[in-house]
């Protein structure tokens, strides 16, 4: 009998450790939905490398604009962004984590956050290890050559981190109605632009293929010249007089002090009598397009949306 009885304890005994081990062990083996919900990961390849994330990361840094106003949109929370150089439709972020300037990044303080993802631009892309030390980084950048089609890989590739897959497809045909309802506008008219920069005084220009050269590529706005140089981010450096003789009939302009908060002087530089004696001042077609959407973000599903319609303001 008393055999019987130790033997029943045993099993008893063990009986009850299976079972206070056995959720945690599944847990920790991946077990369980939850617990497959949390390990689940995905590589992302990107101009920079390749990085391992998991699924809907709690934590994110970014850095880049484009990528901030496209995860506010599809609803994501973010965690830490440079503050100081927020454009202002981007203010909303003003209290979140500041994690230092767009081309000094506070690593110190990045680590301190132990976020989950890290993404990037071409701002940050020459600290790059640097980034990937703390955490998985991905480069998220705009082929100027590519836009649109690296505007919706970016896109694509947020929705499937963050399990925003049918919202970030819905954004994307939102912004091709767009572009073709403007296009269906360009395709009859023979306006001819130029797209400039401002700062300092000085004056910049760029074409096809540059930062700001989605006007001609992809809106189908045609190029006042095809005689710029190909410098996608910086363009050429132009006078008064090459602006007069290239005589635009619409000039879209950039304030870059503006965007980096030294003064709103595009008007007052570009506006002289040189310029004057153009197709796009006496037809009142200069457009001052907004530096936040084009200078500090652009590649973006809010950015972008608003850089179709400040475009379209050019075509009379």
Same mark, same amino acid.
């Not at 890989?153 to 049918?166: H, Q, R, Y």
């Given at each position: ?5 130790? /033997?029943?304890? =045993? =099993? ?6 299976? %079972? %206070? ?80 300037? /767009? ?38 950048? =705009? ?10 890989? !970016? ?109 709103? !002087? ?51």
């Amino acid at each position: 009998m008393k055999k019987k009885l130790s /033997l029943f304890l =045993i =099993i008893a005994v063990l009986t009850i450790v299976a %079972a %206070a081990c056995g959720p945690k062990e599944s847990a920790e083996n991946g077990g369980g939905s939850e617990g497959t919900k949390e390990s689940e990961t995905m590589t992302i390849k990107h101009q920079l490398g390749e990085a391992k994330v998991k699924k809907n990361p709690e934590k994110v840094v970014t850095f880049d604009f484009g990528t901030l106003e496209t995860l506010d949109k599809l609803g994501v929370n973010v965690t830490g962004v440079p503050t100081e150089n927020l454009p202002a439709f981007l203010d909303k972020y003003k209290d979140a984590e500041n994690v230092g300037g /767009l081309m000094e990044p506070d690593f110190e303080k990045i680590n301190e956050l132990q976020p989950d993802l890290i993404i990037i631009s071409g701002r940050q892309q020459d600290s790059y290890d640097k980034f990937n030390e703390i955490a998985p980084t991905v480069f998220m950048g =705009i082929d100027y050559n590519n836009y649109m089609d690296s505007f919706k890989e !970016n896109v694509t590739t947020l929705g499937e981190i963050f399990g925003k897959e049918a919202q970030a497809k819905e954004e994307l045909a939102k912004i091709d109605d767009s572009i073709a309802s403007l296009k269906e506008k360009t395709e009859g008219n023979d306006d001819k632009a130029l797209i400039t920069l401002t700062s300092g005084g000085k004056v910049t220009a760029f074409g096809p293929a540059s930062r700001f050269g989605l006007i001609h590529d992809v809106f189908g706005i045609k190029p006042a010249t095809d005689n710029l140089e190909t410098d996608p981010i910086h363009g050429q450096n132009i006078s008064f007089e090459f602006i007069a003789e290239q005589n635009p009939d619409i000039l879209y302009v950039i304030d870059r002090d503006a965007a980096v908060g030294e003064g709103n !002087n595009a008007k007052q530089v570009i506006e002289n009598d040189l310029v004057k004696k153009t197709n796009a001042y006496k037809n009142d077609n200069i457009v001052y397009l907004d530096p936040g959407y084009w200078y500090l973000s652009g590649g973006g599903l809010i950015s972008l949306a608003e850089m179709v319609k400040e475009a379209e303001e050019g075509i009379k």
